[in-house]
T-cell receptor, first 111, second 112 residues
Framework: EPEVTQTPSHQVTQMGQEVILRCVPI?????FYWYRQILGQKVEFLVS????????KSEIFDDQFSVERPDGSNFTLKIRSTKLEDSAMYFC?????????FGPGTRLTVT | GEDVEQSLFLSVREGDSSVINCTYT??????LYWYKQEPGAGLQLLTY?????DMKQDQRLTVLLNKKDKHLSLRIADTQTGDSAIYFC????????????FGQGTTLQVKP
């Protein structure tokens, strides 16, 4: 069964550094998402992406964040200058239309 | 804004039924979902229900929806130790792109 994959599984970075989280959505899906889950808190929506552009973003998704689908298969989330409070599990998801299928997540630790 | 609330913890004995409850605020939600998260893993879609349905059954899983009270429940029959996980309720936002709004998750502990 096709799956959403994410790399790396765990990323440790220093405050102020740039990180890129990578995702390979399921191949025939059209909608792509990033969510995050800070330890002990709810899973929160960050951004949705359709037809090569952002369709919706949350208040969390400020100018430090960007998303890209560089080559038709990968879907990336970049954080330009990481802050301590960016430490979280980041989930990528894709959807044909309807139900999202989530990847296993990337745990980002900012020190 | 929209909100989804769940109780945090449920403990049952193997073989018993588990009922995980959820309340939501967006009466315009079209779909409601249950996701399962095992330790170290991602969110696995378990089941979903369309808002014009009252009940959906899928093998050991039964979803009940009370639209009037905005209450959703997930019943797991004959609960097994492998069902131990965190269960997330989520509603589909009725706005723009229909993002998912999650509850905080219910940790289900199944004792042998």
């Amino acid at each position: 069964e096709p799956e959403v994959t994410q790399t790396p599984s765990h990323q440790v970075t220093q405050m102020g550094q740039e990180v890129i989280l990578r995702c390979v959505p399921i191949s025939n899906h059209l909608y792509f998402y990033w969510y995050r889950q800070i330890l002990g808190q709810k899973v929160e929506f960050l951004v949705s992406f359709y037809n090569n552009e952002i369709s919706e973003k949350s208040e969390i998704f400020d100018d430090q964040f960007s998303v890209e689908r560089p080559d038709g298969s990968n879907f990336t989330l970049k954080i330009r200058s990481t802050k301590l409070e960016d430490s979280a599990m980041y989930f990528c998801a894709s959807s044909p239309t309807g139900s999202e299928y989530f990847g296993p997540g990337t745990r980002l630790t900012v020190t | 804004g929209e909100d989804v609330e769940q109780s945090l913890f449920l403990s049952v004995r193997e073989g018993d039924s588990s009922v995980i409850n959820c309340t939501y605020t967006d009466s315009s939600s079209t779909y409601l979902y249950w996701y399962k998260q095992e330790p170290g893993a991602g969110l696995q879609l378990l089941t979903y229900i369309f808002s014009n349905m009252d009940m959906k059954q899928d093998q050991r899983l039964t979803v009940l929806l009370n639209k009037k009270d905005k209450h959703l429940s997930l019943r797991i029959a004959d609960t097994q130790t492998g069902d131990s996980a965190i269960y997330f309720c989520a509603e589909r936002d009725s706005g723009n792109t229909g993002k998912l709004i999650f509850g905080q998750g219910t940790t289900l502990q199944v004792k042998p």
